[in-house]
């Protein structure tokens, strides 16, 4: 029988970890956590110790893990059929799928293009821009503008539009010019306005760009409400209203980069519904399965439909697809996730607990290094800082979030953190009683760093 040691030392002889300088783990007794089971949100390790999914596993899992209705729909598609190729062929999830999503975000969304992840959802929803335009006789629209600090995922297309450098700054070379705009950052308003109070007066930045350079930008690309990547910058909806009556206003089109938002983590369906508004082109990845299988998709209407659509003309058909792109066994979960959704009032049912969580992260206001608390729906982040009054922050040498991490596993919890910044963003199954338990984790975690360093 392989032991735990044995296990760890093929994983460290094998397996190369997305996100992970491997060298942590030489010389002492931090290795890598071997997950063997999952059951609502909690995951068990293999001594059997177990966790709170605080961070449901990188954002995708919304309904707890190992549920049974979606396991049951998982293995009743494998016995029909596992895979087929989308091109001149079809099945019946992915028309499914396609018909609830459309439905779900309402007029005037049409059309479901399907891909594996966040990253190619996004590649598509750039190229599908660009293409729009050159179609429309105005090739010259080959700019996109994207937000300081913005995360959209890790290829080169969606690296192009990303904003931080460690992502970014090796590849430089080889990613494509965008245009950059300073993202609303309200802890630490560039425009110097007091939190709380905000007028968008970072959002001059955006009008000055599109006024000078309308005529060659194709579309503006946003995370809504949420930069995730950069620390779980939260900014108001008003930014996006505003965002979209200038698109109107100048005919750029506007991505919603909609991968970690969509599916009740902002206590809606989708996040743009915050500020009332639609997008052109809008990407859903992570919990469209609820954590299941990688799928991906990228929504949009016949306006942007229209322009691809010709007589057998190989300069208008969108040439993008991926091997697996809609495959019937991932399709069939996210059909069955949305109708748990649907059936079991999972969006209804998130309000009252909304506001259970907003109030409870009040107890980190008495941390003397937790700088800024921040909360939509059911996520929160707790932006751990030096000194509250000069807002001064942790070096990254200093690894306060790594140590707030390692803590919150002794206690049970896994904090995964984003720099100094500790986060929540569990499945949306959570009851109260499990709430409280995970904040009083992270709260004596972050006190007892804190403290002793």
Known sequence: MTSKEEWIEKDLKYVWHPDTQQKQYEGNNYKPTIIEKGDGIYVYDIDGNKYIDAVSSWWVNTLGHSVKRLNNALLTQAEKIEHILLADFTHKPAIELAEKLVN????????????????????????????????????????????????????????????????????????FETLKVCAPYCYRCPKNCKQGKCNIDCFEEVEKLFEARHSEIAAMIVEPLVQGAAGMRMYPAEYLKKLRTLCDKYDILLIDDE??????????????????????????????????????????????????????????????????????????????????????????NLQHKIEYFKNRLKIFESLKHAGDIRHIGMIGAIEMVKD?????????????GHKVFLEA?????????????????????????????????????????????
């Not at 995922?153 to 192009?160: A, E, I, K, Q, Y």
């Not at 509250?388 to 306060?400: G, I, L, S, W």
């Open 104 to 175: 779900i975000a309402g007029s005037p969304f049409t059309k479901v293009f399907y891909s594996d992840d966040g990253s190619t959802a996004v590649e598509v929803a750039l190229k599908m821009a660009y293409q729009y335009w050159y179609q429309k006789g105005k090739p010259e629209k080959k700019f996109f503008v994207s937000m300081t600090e913005s995360y959209h995922g890790d290829t080169l297309g969606s690296v192009s539009v990303g904003g931080i450098d460690i992502y970014k700054k090796i590849f430089n070379p080889l990613v």
């Open 388 to 400: 509250k009054t000069t807002k001064e922050p942790y070096a990254f040498e200093d690894r306060m």
């Open 409 to 453: 596993m002794k206690r049970g919890a896994i904090l995964r953190p984003i720099g100094n910044v500790i986060y929540f963003m569990p499945p949306l199954i959570i009851t109260e009683a499990q709430i409280d338990d995970l904040l009083k984790i992270a709260f004596d975690s972050i006190k007892t760093v804190t403290e002793n360093n």
């Open 259 to 348: 991968v970690a938002m969509a599916f009740g983590r902002t206590g809606k369906y989708f996040a743009f519904e915050h500020a009332g508004i639609k997008p052109d082109i809008f990407c859903v990845a992570k919990g469209i399965t609820a954590g299941y299988i990688p799928l991906a998709a990228t929504i949009t209407t016949d306006k942007i439909y229209n322009a691809f659509y010709d007589d057998f003309s190989t300069l208008k058909t969108f040439y993008h697809g991926h091997s697996f792109t809609g495959n019937p066994l991932a399709c069939a979960v996210a059909v069955e996730n949305l109708n748990i959704m649907k059936e079991e009032k999972i969006i209804e």
